[in-house]
Antibody
Framework: EVQLVETGGGLVQPGKSLKLTCATS????????MHWVRQSPEKQLEWVAQ??????????YYAESVKGRFTISRDDSKSSVYLQMNSLKEEDTAIYYC?????????WGQGVMVTVSS | DIQMTQSPASLSASLGETVTIECLAS??????LAWYQQKPGKSPQLLIY???SLNDGVPSRFSGSGSGTQYSLKINSLQSEDVSIYFC?????????FGGGTKLELK
């Protein structure tokens, strides 16, 4: 059974940092393209970041709204993907999901809430 | 970035009805279009990929069609468990952009 479990969310002040972790199981993680997607309180979905597999040189891509502030990474030995979020802004408040791209975004985690507020 | 325009934003229908949701891409996405269903309090779930391929376990009353820039999701014989928000997404190019969502309610 495929599982993706996000942790690390919480309440943080503007300008601070937070690191999300997505632990996975049930598929060959080392070959997987992984993404982070967020959903605003207004329910809009926004793609945040992608990391490809080792065979693609672990290429990374970012939404313009987070470029230079967020960093996606992975540890194939732990079947985990991470999102380091720095210089957080109130507009980063959202539920953050990690997803595995196979045919499309086939599998999603349960999501983790990040609230940026003073 | 490719813009995805989804309509309608909300929809009210009766049990047993057929409903259709539309998605318009700002450029040709060559059928690289997915549909997701999100039930209240849950994560989005993949319904259809590559415009018309039904994901495993998805009921056959769901179907997708379209090409080029215009796509649609059809739900035949609406059931109570279909009350959800539905999103389209293009997988043709990065960033993988989503439509604004359609909230489907029962009349």
């Amino acid at each position: 059974e495929v599982q993706l479990v996000e942790t690390g969310g919480g309440l943080v002040q503007p300008g601070k940092s937070l690191k999300l972790t997505c632990a996975t199981s049930g598929f060959t993680f080392s070959n997987a393209w992984m993404h982070w997607v967020r959903q605003s309180p207004e329910k809009q979905l926004e793609w945040v970041a992608q990391i490809k597999a080792k065979s693609n040189n672990y290429a990374t891509y970012y939404a313009e709204s987070v470029k230079g502030r967020f960093t996606i990474s992975r540890d194939d030995s732990k079947s985990s993907v991470y999102l380091q979020m720095n210089s957080l802004k109130e507009e980063d408040t959202a539920i953050y999901y990690c997803t595995w791209e196979y045919n499309s975004f086939d599998y999603w985690g349960q999501g983790v809430m990040v609230t940026v507020s003073s | 970035d490719i813009q995805m325009t989804q309509s309608p934003a909300s929809l009210s229908a009766s049990l047993g009805e057929t409903v259709t949701i539309e998605c318009l891409a700002s450029e040709d996405i060559y059928s690289n279009l997915a549909w997701y269903q999100q039930k209240p309090g849950k994560s989005p779930q993949l319904l259809i990929y590559y415009a018309n391929s039904l994901n495993d376990g998805v009921p056959s009353r769901f179907s997708g069609s379209g090409s080029g820039t215009q796509y649609s999701l059809k739900i035949n014989s609406l059931q109570s468990e279909d009350v959800s928000i539905y999103f389209c997404q293009q997988n043709y190019d990065s960033p993988r952009t989503f439509g604004g969502g359609t909230k489907l309610e029962l009349k």
